[in-house]
């Protein structure tokens, strides 16, 4: 006769709700490192591993093992494609690209138009930038058209830049968020580039367009909401004092900023070769020629070049260093993150409690798609709500969830959009971004939690509908 005993049964069910329990207890104790005695994520993450590794039994040799192998398959997947990405960002930011975007967007579009353009923009194009970067770049220009725009202008570009910058960073490769989630679920990048690009911009705009609706019915109100520091109004009046002008220090080489079409090219071309690599791969085309100047990596490598060779010849070597100096400094973090969450995911499959998650998931269990893709929703967006960091949600909810995904009766990039969606919910006021946002726009802190807090609620139940369709037809 095969198979084990009842009692064998039993025996197994008890050691998996204790492998539960203590899953359950590394997670809360990693939140509450972070939230109540502000512990670097990276540090508290590495404490719930090795908690989980060891209290569900695996030893010392081989919770240290687990760990150190799921991070580096983690940066084996996408430690090149963070570094670039970052790396090509920082010098767009040195080239001035996003600002001189903006403001040709303004010119041709008029102001009305423009905060439905700059979502847009900066979801498709811009997401490489890291989202702090992209904050202090876009909200002088978004402060500068507000008075255009109309009544409530500050609240309509707020919110605008909101929905441009974060649903970038979680949907679009290679949005930073986007590519840590594309790799702890195994997905490859050229597949969630597609799949991206058609709930990014779409979720960007239309948020952006039922935000304004909201504003018009009376929802911004200018006195309460809009609170410039002095800080702020002093920068401002300076800057018009000095008629904006963008002349060099004394001693300093002038700049000779390329055109803005060639200032783009290093986001534009990495984009079309990974679409073109996935578009092939998934006709069924064998070309090696293809899938060599498609591959991700490959591909972010040729924009940063292009990148690099554009801010030596309009920047010189000094700038352009310094240019890549503070993209190194960013990297490391996020690397690091990025990394300890892949470890989490890995020591959550050493214990077996994969199968148990893949009971509650999967379709067998009875659960349909939508409530596959809401759960995973819902465990990023608690994440996100009690650690206070998108990147942190997104890594730790696609660690936990990583395991089981290829059981899954739904396409791992839909799981993965899914988890970016959860994690964008309610940004507030336990993240710095907050901060920055507030101060950078000169808004009130009630306003930020309407012109942030509520657009990436919004934002992310806006995305669900479109991810539920999506996972209809894939």
């Known amino acids: 006769m095969t198979g084990r005993s009842p009692g064998a049964r039993q025996g197994d069910g008890g050691r998996t709700d204790v492998i539960a329990l203590h899953t359950a207890i590394a997670i809360l104790g990693v939140i509450l490192l972070i939230i109540a005695l502000g512990v670097d994520p990276v540090i508290s993450l590495v404490l719930g591993s090795l908690y989980l590794g060891l209290a569900a039994g695996l030893g010392f040799e081989q919770t240290i093992t687990t760990i150190l192998d799921g991070f580096g398959s983690i940066m084996a997947e996408v430690g090149l494609l963070i570094g670039f990405g970052v790396l090509l960002g920082s010098l767009l930011f040195a080239m001035g690209a996003l600002q001189r975007l903006v403001e040709l967007l303004l010119r041709v579009l008029g102001p009305r138009r423009l905060p439905y353009a700059l979502s847009a923009v900066l979801t498709t194009f811009f997401p490489s930038i890291y989202v702090d970067v992209q904050l202090v770049l876009a909200a002088p220009l978004a402060r500068r058209a507000a008075p255009e725009v109309g009544r409530n202008g500050l609240g309509m570009m707020a919110g605008a830049l909101t929905a441009g910058i974060l649903v970038g960073y979680v949907f679009v490769v290679p949005g930073l968020g986007t590519v840590a989630i594309a790799g702890l679920l195994d997905v490859p990048l050229g597949t969630m580039l597609i799949y991206g690009l058609l709930v990014g911009p779409l979720t960007a705009v239309l948020t ?16 309460k909401d809009e609170h410039a520091s002095e800080a702020l109004l002093a920068e401002e009046e300076e800057a018009a004092a000095d008629g904006d002008t963008d002349e060099e220090p004394d001693g300093a080489a002038p700049r000779r900023v390329p055109p803005l079409f060639v200032a783009l090219l290093p986001v534009l071309v990495p984009l079309v070769l990974i679409a073109i690599g996935a578009i092939t791969s998934a006709l069924g085309v064998e070309s090696p020629v293809l899938a060599f100047f498609g591959d991700p990596a490959l591909a972010l490598f040729i924009g940063l070049l292009g990148a690099y060779l554009l801010a030596r010849r309009s920047l010189g070597r000094d700038r352009t260093d310094g240019a890549l100096t503070k993209g190194f400094s960013t990297t ?20 077996g409690l994969d199968q148990v998650l893949g009971g509650l998931f999967a379709a067998e269990s009875g659960a349909p798609v ?5 759960l995973a929703w819902l465990v990023a967006a608690v994440l996100h709500l009690a650690i206070g960091s998108i990147s942190v949600a997104a890594i730790t909810a696609a660690g936990i969830i990583g395991p089981i995904v290829g059981g899954l009766d739904v396409a791992p990039a839909i799981v993965g959009l899914a988890i970016g969606a959860g994690a964008l919910f309610a940004l507030q006021v336990n993240s710095n971004f907050f ?36 996972s209809v037809v894939v």
Do not use: C, D, H
Not at 208 to 223: D, H, K, P, Q
């Open 208 to 223: 952006t367009v039922i935000y304004g609706w909201l504003l018009r019915m009376g929802f911004w109100n200018r006195e």
């Open 435 to 470: 901060w920055m946002f507030q101060s950078l726009l000169g808004v009130s802190t009630r306003g930020a939690l309407k012109a942030l807090t509520f657009v990436t609620s919004l934002a992310s139940v806006v995305s669900l509908p479109l991810i539920f369709a999506l």
């Open 332 to 351: 490391g973090q996020i690397l690091l993150i990025t990394g300890v969450g892949g470890s989490l995911g890995a020591v959550i499959a050493a214990t």
């Open 370 to 374: 939508v409530l596959t893709l809401l």
